[in-house]
């Protein structure tokens, strides 16, 4: 790591060079710190006060969360710098709060050579530095490759070595590293300039924008794919968050918060986003109503992507492919025939047009063998489709061009050109190349070519785990047999087989009665293993919902949305082990108002943190056969049989039962229409959009 950089500053003998030139001070920064200057103002300021070392520190923003922080070590008073990979296991929340460590270490390091000549010579050369241990594979693109200890020390350290060292805080005009793609398309952006010193600042005063590519967008090659014509405008942009795969146009300007998310393209001269409100939006205080819109983008503002790992293909299916994936083998591996036929040189060949030639015949090839004779002029080998072609052959006959003979000679009556019926190394995919782009989803014939390329695991945003919870006294376990007041509990597997329906992998628990703390303790068990948890039922205004009496005051917020059905819905983050956040979506107990809940808020969450893109079911236009009416001011998913007119259109009919009850139609429906919450009443005849569940309709 960088903090040999001490190190070999004696063991070079450029330190002493720096001392006999009398320089006494030398400033340190990493190479790709735009913003690191020697700043004379920064060397007097050490002088004047004589410190041995002085490291600056910068105001942290959320983009700066993962970096290290200087502490104060409590034993001894000393400043310390504090690293990712030293941070013990369940202090990470704490580590990435930038409120309780609202500084991070920029990496500029001011030292006085003379006290560090001192003490590198009491120290016999040893600082003394932390050891920072990260645990890798020998290949980090590679799994299966032996895993490793790397051992490193990092400059900023030495903090705690010098007694009397100091921490400045500098404005963030002195931290502009580029390390992420992220930071690439900023510097780039017309947000920054070159003043007349070639110093990088900011063109346009306020925040700098935070930006969150999707994994597509990881390495340069792939970056400067996706914007050919430059990257937007960030001049009045505050975020910009990039869901899926799109290319840029030229000329695109992004103002305020900008989410792109389902777009295969950003055309020419687009705006991205608005002017963010001059006031932000209230929360909704007990009894005020939001809309679905509104709900949806608080649940998804919350949500962070599932972290990547390594999975085996055989697991991968429907999963977003992480980072570019470049072919290990050529493919074919190896020179082959394309045909059942004779292993032959062209030159051989050359007069069978005229008359046929007779070759003897040295060997013969079946796939998998590995030929070890050679094919001279005159000679061929019989050959089997996929086999490697022997030694010295350039070209094969078709078996039905020759009269068959397994042994002794072959008769051929046509001539073939070198290369007839070869399938040459590296023709379909040559080793190194991209095979695979981030951000595609893994389907059967991607699992085909990551196979052939030689991999049995394949790097994807990790697949949530849905832990399903219903809850009510009156609920039985289904094949159980009912007594008086109880039913049947289907919304367990209703939302399990949804869950699992949307790339999730899903286990349902046993419901929970009508108590608070048999909820509390329920939902103790299931936080560990969850990446999210659904609950049914429990979330109304009535004397035995559970779930809002339970978790109104632990962190879930229990709302009113303009909607039918569904209009009650809980939503938040429970804390699991190590301060891991798992959201929880507390939807109505009703089965058609728990289905259409998970449509709408439940489904998007799931397929952001796995990347899928689009997040939303598309609206597709159909025509009503039947009149529906509807309450206004909510938005109405109602149910409906869609299919296709005789002339290709969607037509979509009502199913008789639309209370949030019937499950017998709900099973009947195939799509969702949606009613405006402007619409009372719509006629048979009129278009309405529709939100298609299976995929055959």
Same mark, same amino acid.
């Given at each position: ?157 030495? $903090? ?46 306020? &925040? ?78 007990? !009894? ?72 003897? $015949?040295?060997?013969? @090839? ?11 002029? !005159? ?87 849905? =832990? ?85 005051g632990e962190g879930i917020e229990f709302v009113k949305v303009a909607m039918q059905p569904g209009k009650p819905q809980g939503f938040g983050l429970l804390t ?19 289905? =259409?809940?998970?449509? @709408? ?23 009503? $056969? ?11 998913? !109602? ?36 009613? &405006? ?21």
């Amino acid at each position: 790591g960088h903090g040999d950089v001490y190190v070999s500053l004696v063991t070079s003998g450029v330190l002493d060079a720096l001392l006999d030139k009398g320089i006494r001070y030398a400033f340190l920064s990493n190479s790709d710190n735009l913003g690191a200057t020697c700043d004379p103002d920064v060397a007097a300021w050490m002088v004047e006060h004589g410190l041995p070392y002085v490291a600056e520190v910068c105001k942290r923003t959320k983009s700066d969360r993962k970096g290290g922080h200087l502490a104060v070590r409590k034993s001894d008073g000393r400043i310390v710098l504090r690293d990712t990979a030293q941070v013990a296991e369940g202090d990470e929340r704490h580590f990435r709060d930038i409120k309780r460590h609202s500084t991070f270490n920029a990496n500029n390091v001011w030292i006085d050579l003379q006290v560090l000549r001192e003490r590198m010579t009491a120290k016999e050369g040893v600082l003394g530095l932390p050891i920072i241990v990260n645990r890798k594979n020998v290949d980090p693109a590679d799994p299966s490759s032996p895993e490793v200890i790397q051992m490193e020390s990092a400059m900023g350290t030495a $903090i705690e070595v010098f007694e009397g060292s100091e921490a400045l805080l500098v404005p963030r005009t002195r931290f502009r590293p580029v390390k992420t793609t992220n930071d690439l398309l900023v510097i780039r952006s017309d947000f920054f300039s070159l003043d007349d010193e070639y110093h990088v600042v900011a063109a346009v005063d306020g &925040p700098e924008p935070f930006v969150d590519l999707d994994s597509a967008y990881r390495f340069v090659p792939g970056f400067e794919k996706r914007f050919p014509n430059g990257v937007p405008s960030m001049r009045d942009c505050t975020s910009l968050r990039v869901i899926g795969d799109p290319v840029f146009g030229r000329n695109v300007r992004c103002i305020g918060e900008v989410l792109s998310d389902g777009y295969r393209r950003v055309l020419d001269d687009a705006v991205l986003g608005e002017q963010p409100m001059a006031a932000t939006v209230p929360v909704p205080a007990p !009894g005020d109503v939001r809309t679905v819109d509104e709900h949806l983008k608080a649940n998804l503002s919350t949500l962070e992507p599932s972290p990547t790992e390594w999975t085996p293909l055989t697991d991968a299916l429907g999963l977003v492919v992480a980072r570019d994936v470049r072919a290990k083998v050529d493919l074919p591996h190896f020179d082959n025939s394309s045909m059942d036929g004779y292993a032959v040189r062209a030159e051989s060949l050359a007069g069978a047009g005229d008359a046929p030639v007779r070759l003897r $015949i040295v060997g013969e @090839v079946a796939a998998g063998d590995d030929p070890r004779f050679t094919v001279s002029p !005159g000679e061929a080998a019989r050959i089997m489709t996929g086999a490697p072609m022997p030694e010295g052959a350039d070209a094969v006959i078709a078996v039905e061009d020759t009269d068959g003979a397994a042994t002794g000679e072959v008769e051929c009556r046509v001539a073939v050109d070198a290369g007839r019926y070869v399938r040459p190394r590296g023709e379909d995919v040559a080793s190194g190349s991209v095979v695979v782009s981030a951000g595609e989803v893994v389907g059967a014939r991607t699992i085909a070519l990551l196979a052939a390329c030689g991999y049995a695991e394949v790097e994807v945003h990790r697949r949530p785990h849905v =832990v399903v919870l219903s809850t009510g006294a009156e609920l039985v376990e289904p094949g159980k047999p009912l007594q008086h007041g109880q039913i049947h509990d289907s919304n367990s597997s209703m939302l399990w087989a949804a869950a699992v329906g949307a790339g999730a992998s899903a286990e349902i628990r046993a419901a929970v009665g009508d108590s608070d703390d048999e909820l509390v303790k329920a939902l103790g068990e299931v936080v560990g293993d969850a990446d999210v948890v659904i609950t049914s039922g429990g979330v109304s205004m009535g004397a035995y919902d559970v779930v809002k009496s339970a978790l109104q005051g632990e962190g879930i917020e229990f709302v009113k949305v303009a909607m039918q059905p569904g209009k009650p819905q809980g939503f938040g983050l429970l804390t699991g082990p190590n301060g891991r956040r798992v959201p929880l979506f507390a939807l109505p107990g009703n089965p058609v108002s728990s289905f =259409v809940s998970f449509e @709408v808020f439940v489904r998007p969450a799931l397929r952001r943190l796995m990347r899928l893109n689009p997040e939303k079911r598309r609206l597709r236009p159909a025509t009503l $056969i039947s009149g529906v009416q509807s309450f206004g001011g909510r938005r109405q998913f !109602g149910r409906a049989v869609v299919s296709r007119s005789a002339e290709g259109t969607l037509v979509a009919l009502p199913v008789a039962g639309q209370g949030s009850h019937f499950v017998a139609d709900l099973a009947k429906a195939n799509a969702l229409f949606v009613v &405006p919450e402007d619409v009372t009443e719509l006629v048979a005849g009129e278009v309405v959009d529709v939100l298609v569940l299976d995929r055959d309709a």
